[in-house]
């Protein structure tokens, strides 16, 4: 079972692996062909942990 999940987990970072890949093959081709910077990654929200008063 334990090789089971191993293999699994090793399937996931592959296709991780593979899409930051291909993200990163289109970011530049964009910029080359183009000349368009990749468009800006969401900033995450700042929330704070407690209300401010």
Avoid: N, W
Wanted: net charge negative.
């Amino acid at each position: 079972m334990q090789g089971i999940e191993e293999q699994q987990a090793r399937q996931e970072e592959k296709q991780e692996m593979i899409e930051m890949t291909i993200k990163e093959f289109m970011d530049a081709a964009r910029l080359y062909l183009f000349g368009m910077p990749p468009a800006p990654q969401p900033v995450l929200a700042r929330i704070p942990a407690r209300p401010i008063r």
